[in-house]
């Protein structure tokens, strides 16, 4: 079982959609087609702060993560948010999802940013095992307002 780790490119178009469904789906959300295609092309766009990452098993994506880097006044090289992670519901537990974390923090620690962070629901237990691995959680709350 060979795993790797690389960017996004533009023939994966197809099974990166088929994981970002499934992603959607395990957080019972839905993105209209034009939102995911926006979400595609700023994933390719290489002048977009916005940057996915694919994990290959034997050959085949199982699994993908997105990340942004920000500006912060805590912190004099910026953060990293790793937005979403999705790994295949048939491989979890075999050490995908903690590669493709460990892939972000690697490119968070060349662009010198003073640390990573990401958000899971307080009901998403099987992830928070892994992500209780590296650190526990911050106790922070996240508000969110809707602007339409």
Known sequence: MNLSIRPLEINDKVRWLELWKGYLTFYKTEFS?????ITWKRLLDPNFNLYCLLAERDGQIMGM????????????????LLEDLFVDETIRGQGTGRALIDAVINEAKKRGCSRVYWNTDETNQTARKLYDSYVLESGKRQYRVPII
Do not use: D, L, R, V
């Open 33 to 37: 087609a034009e939102k995911t295609e």
């Open 65 to 80: 993560t997105t990340f942004n880097f920000q500006n912060s006044t805590w912190s004099e090289n910026g953060q990293c």
